[in-house]
Nanobody, 123 residues
Framework: QVQLVESGGGLVQAGGSLRLSCTAS????????MGWFRQAPGKEREFVAW?????YYADSVKGRFTMSRDTAKKTVYLQMDSLKPEDTAVYYC???????????????????WGQGTQVTVSS
């Protein structure tokens, strides 16, 4: 079992920044691909970024968001800069043993999820 706890969400004006954290406990952290997803009201959960040897971003956040991993702290981060109102959502981190990078953007391939943290960007 892996437990994931996110933190760092909040309210920010457009153009501002936030840093989300996700700390894992339980089984070996380094074995897992870590992903960030988000879900806005009335919309499906969508991929934001994954980290597992390399890092990959959704086009909508590329150049604005940076995902990093601190293996010693069992923590992944999502630095979000130049935030836009359309970035408003609940952000979730997830963990999974996903060998093929093809599947790492699919939420159904992740085994463990955090509780989510709200990010609200005002215009």
């Amino acid at each position: 079992q892996v437990q994931l706890v996110e933190s760092g969400g909040g309210l920010v004006q457009a153009g501002g920044s936030l840093r989300l954290s996700c700390t894992a406990s339980g089984r070996t952290f380094s074995n897992y691909v870590m992903g960030w997803f988000r879900q806005a009201p009335g919309k499906e959960r969508e991929f934001v970024a994954w980290n597992g040897g390399s890092t990959y971003y959704a086009d909508s956040v590329k150049g604005r968001f940076t995902m990093s991993r601190d293996t010693a702290k069992k923590t992944v981060y999502l630095q979000m800069d130049s935030l836009k109102p359309e970035d408003t959502a609940v952000y979730y981190c997830a963990a999974g043993e996903i060998r093929s990078s093809t599947w790492r953007t699919w939420p159904g391939k992740y085994d463990y999820w955090g509780q989510g943290t709200q990010v609200t960007v005002s215009s």
